[in-house]
């Protein structure tokens, strides 16, 4: 992904914000008629999430419901895990994010106007509600940068 936008020069620094659009988010429909995007999808894989870690992201956002990948029939017992994924830890990278690495994490974040203006550095404001002694809030993230960088 770095390499596609031309930003090796820079790499991934301490105290970025990762946006990840999969396309995933052209699947979500109200109501969900046909019953997929809610029941599998992309993610980030274990050793992903790890090397992230290591370069000090603060943030991932993805264009899905899961930070996780999610396969067929996973949600109701009935698929497999990810492949990479602990045997006893099939939802990893979420839980790892929130309680080992300090990576925080929004899903279903609307990036595909980011992509299609090939916006790939930005500012980025997280703007969540006033809520007094909650674990988790929803927000609203605003990425200021401009196109074609």
Known sequence: ???????EWRGLLPGDVL???????????????????????????????KYLETRGIVLVA???????????GQLSGQGPAAEGAPADLPFVVHHYNLT????HQIQNARLA???????WTSCTVILPLRI???SGSPVRPIAIGAPDQ
């Not at 019953?35 to 993610?43: E, L, Q, R, S």
């Not at 993805?62 to 067929?72: A, G, I, K, Q, Y």
């Not at 106007?113 to 916006?119: E, G, H, I, S, Y």
């Open 113 to 119: 106007d980011l992509a299609a203006d090939k916006v």
């Open 62 to 72: 993805l264009d899905n419901p899961f930070t996780d990948p999610v396969n067929e």
């Open 19 to 49: 946006y990840i659009y999969t396309g995933w988010s052209e699947l979500w429909k109200d109501p969900d008629v046909d019953k997929v995007y809610y029941t599998k999808g992309p993610g980030l894989s274990y050793d992903a999430v």
């Open 132 to 134: 007094k002694g909650g």
């Open 100 to 103: 080992q690495s300090g990576i």
């Open 1 to 7: 992904m770095i390499k596609a936008q031309g930003l």
